[in-house]
């Protein structure tokens, strides 16, 4: 019972990271119909702004939080007015295109920084463990869980209770209409890719002190981050927020009851199963059309 309640906790760790992730490309394929396989890279982006803004300015992980949701909101603003804005009618170039700058970024990132891990303390205020009998929670990851929750609120809040929000969901519900009301569509479609890149940003920040921070980092998150999607139905904040703590729990209760490689065998056989029966996800979302 110690070992499942401290996997437990563990999993619930990995789903708040899953969750943030997934957020971004939930909100990206749900307004726009993107499949952005460049999203990887944005967290990888967040990492290692988040490691150079230590080094070079001396910014813990927490303060560099909003300098590295604005750098990396950046980047997907330039990448979405450049290259993805011209494709929105060619789902497949939209793929092929969003997976080559993902590519590039890796390499980039290699010619200029080095392939090399980078390592990235973690704030010092948060070291230490909370226990519980035998369970045992890092107060650094009860901070990421908290913080996980903080940013579901937020964005919640900005696409139900806001301007941009109506905005966001009229474009969503029908671009033609919306566009005849003086609604700048391809504003609304920038700034949306921007928040979502944004995201995986702060999802590349936090993870720093937890994974290695090296250039292909971002490729295995965002796998599972796009079966949070899947799961949870695409376009659905809700449905991605319970698949996150859905697949994050039995991934983790998986690996002590048998292993980590078949466990993450028995998690994906589980999901395909899910598909054939649920195609849309557990909660799928009506709005877009």
């Known amino acids: 019972m110690d070992v499942v309640l401290n996997q437990a906790f563990a999993g619930l760790s990995m789903a708040s990271i899953l969750l943030i992730i997934a957020l971004g490309l939930a909100i990206i394929y749900g307004t726009m119909g993107v499949i952005n396989l460049a999203h990887g890279e944005f967290v990888m ?105 903080a940013i579901l609120v937020v964005t919640w809040l900005l696409m139900t209770r806001t301007e941009f929000g109506m905005k966001l969901r009229a474009v969503i519900q029908n671009r033609g209409i919306s566009e005849c009301y003086g609604i700048e569509a391809k504003k609304v479609y920038s700034v949306t890719f921007a928040y979502g890149a944004g995201l995986a940003g702060i999802a590349g920040a936090l993870i720093t002190p937890l994974f290695s921070t090296i250039p292909t980092m971002g490729t295995g998150l965002v796998v599972d981050a796009f079966l949070v999607v899947i799961v949870g139905g695409l376009g659905s904040l809700m449905g991605t927020a319970a698949a996150a703590l859905l697949i994050g729990e039995v991934t983790a209760i998986f690996s002590i009851v048998i292993n980590d490689t078949l466990g993450r065998i028995a998690v994906l056989a589980g999901i395909i199963l899910l598909i054939r029966f649920r195609p849309r996800g557990l909660f799928p979302s009506d709005i877009r059309r």
């Open 45 to 149: 982006l967040g990492a290692y702004t988040t490691w150079a803004l230590q080094n070079h300015a001396g910014l813990g992980v927490v303060t560099a939080l909003p300098l590295v949701f604005v750098a990396v909101a950046a980047v997907g603003w330039i990448i979405e007015k450049v290259i993805v804005q011209r494709l929105y009618t060619r789902p497949l170039d939209t793929i092929l295109a969003t997976w080559g700058i993902g590519i590039i970024l890796q390499q980039a990132v290699r010619l200029g920084v080095g392939a090399e891990s980078r390592f990235v303390r973690g704030p010092q205020w948060l070291s230490g463990n909370i226990e519980i009998g035998a369970l045992v929670m890092s107060n650094y990851r009860i901070f990421v869980i908290s913080f996980s929750l």
